[in-house]
């Protein structure tokens, strides 16, 4: 059997819309309201008032924070058509936050079912073995030998270094 | 800064004695007393009773399963020291068993808190790009390129292959 060309594709900001949700809970517990366009080359915790500069980390510690989050429009069926060609991996820096573990596997069961458990990737440093990568974080990209696709996300909006995907039907057209 | 080569190093059998755990259950829950000495060349269920023999699903799939195995012996001083002259993962594929994630993050957290996040990695197919694995499971060798070595558990008793280690000082005496 033919081997099918790895992909590893990142879940915060790729898959899942964890911006949306920080916009959304610092709205609703702070009234603060951070505009996306505001946000370009910038990381979301730099446009909180000082006051509020590191609570965020509190959010993203506690239970039930990545469980809910929006998929980015497009992912479900892209990734599903990926999964025809290629070998597909889901990627997540997860380990940083502990209840993150359990929300985004059950997060990843409900909208990405047909990707199974031994296609789930859990870590920190991606020292992962594929092809190319899907990331919005260039970090990821240190040492990596494949072909590395930046999706785009406010905080990576000045970086020209990579080949660059703004949305799903992007990662379609150059990966389909 | 000179890279260190990379090993990854399994949970399971390898820094967890989760076969002890096993026997424990088993002897407490079900009066059955399994002896390690008949365990060669076979899985652990493959030595219950018929009528317990899908039985350690439901273990393994409880909470807190994971949470208190005892430790490998010499495994936290061997592992300490490799930390000084590689770049030491800990890959798990912790994935097959949902309440296995946050289990595993604690009982590294208490057992190898030396061991940061950045390095810990929870998956299924382990498709890690490092130098060494160790690891219990001959078909996480598979596609795998670099040094492979066999930490010997019951069920791997007949498997000639591969390079093996019986135990941590063995470990020592090879990697040190």
Redesign the interface.
């Known amino acids: 059997m033919e081997q099918k060309p ?1 992909i590893a594709i990142d879940m915060d900001e790729v898959l899942a819309d964890t911006i949306d949700k920080f916009i959304e809970v610092y709205r609703r517990d702070h009234n603060t309201e951070i505009l996306l366009q505001e946000m370009n080359g910038k990381e979301f915790h730099e446009l909180l008032p000082d006051t509020l500069n590191h609570s965020w980390r509190d959010y993203v510690n506690a239970p039930g924070f990545f469980r809910d989050l929006k998929v980015m429009p497009g992912a479900v069926d892209v990734v599903k058509e990926l999964c025809q060609k290629y070998d597909v ?1 889901v990627v997540s820096a997860a ?2 936050f ?2 993150s ?2 929300d985004k ?2 997060w990843l069961a409900d909208h990405f079912p047909f990707i ?10 991606k ?4 092809d190319i990568m899907i990331d919005d974080r260039i970090r990821n990209f240190t040492g990596f030998k494949g072909r590395s696709i930046l999706y785009s996300s406010p905080h990576n909006f000045y970086i020209t270094e990579y080949e660059r995907v703004d949305n799903w039907t992007n990662v379609g057209d150059i990966l389909l």
């Open positions: 790895r991996y380990m940083e502990r209840h573990l359990i596997f059950d199974d458990w031994r296609h789930i990737i859990f870590c920190g440093y020292i992962v073995d594929v």
